[in-house]
C-alpha cells in the first residue's frame, strides 16, 4: 500500500508560477511510475503529466512547455512545477500511481484568478 499527500497549491494571478508536491510512504516509492491528475468544477479528472521509474515524462498538450513534472526519490516526492498558469488551470490537482488505481490523495487546490 501506499499514500500519497499533495500540498503547494493556492491562489495566483494569471501568469504566475506554482510548484506542487506530492509525498508518498513506503519504500517502493521509487519503483513506481507517478502522474498529476486535475478536476476542474463539473468536469472529469484528466491526466495532467506522467514521469516514469526512468525519468521520462508526458503532459498533457494544454500544459506542454508551461508544466514540468520531475521527481526526487530520496525524499519520496513527485512535484509539478506550473509556470503562465492560466484560469483554466484552475482545479484540485491529484497525484497518483498507475499501480494502485484506487488510492488517491486529497488534493491541493490550485485557482487561477485576477
Known amino acids: 500500500q501506499v499514500q500519497l499527500v499533495e500540498s503547494g497549491g493556492g491562489l495566483v494571478q494569471p501568469g504566475g508560477s506554482l510548484r506542487l508536491a506530492c509525498v508518498g510512504s513506503?519504500?517502493?516509492?521509487?519503483?513506481?511510475?507517478m502522474a498529476w491528475y486535475r478536476q476542474a468544477p463539473g468536469k472529469e479528472r484528466e491526466l495532467v503529466a506522467i514521469?516514469?521509474?526512468?525519468?521520462?515524462?508526458t503532459y498533457a498538450e494544454s500544459v506542454k512547455g508551461r508544466f514540468t513534472i520531475f521527481r526526487d526519490n530520496a525524499k519520496n516526492t513527485v512535484y509539478l512545477q506550473m509556470n503562465s498558469l492560466k484560469p483554466e488551470d484552475t482545479a484540485v490537482y491529484y497525484c497518483?500511481?498507475?499501480?494502485?488505481?484506487?488510492?488517491w490523495g486529497q488534493g491541493t487546490q490550485v485557482t487561477v484568478s485576477s
Open positions: 514521469i516514469t521509474t526512468g525519468g521520462s515524462t
Open positions: 513506503g519504500s517502493i516509492f521509487s519503483r513506481l511510475n
Open positions: 497518483h500511481s498507475p499501480l494502485y488505481p484506487d488510492i
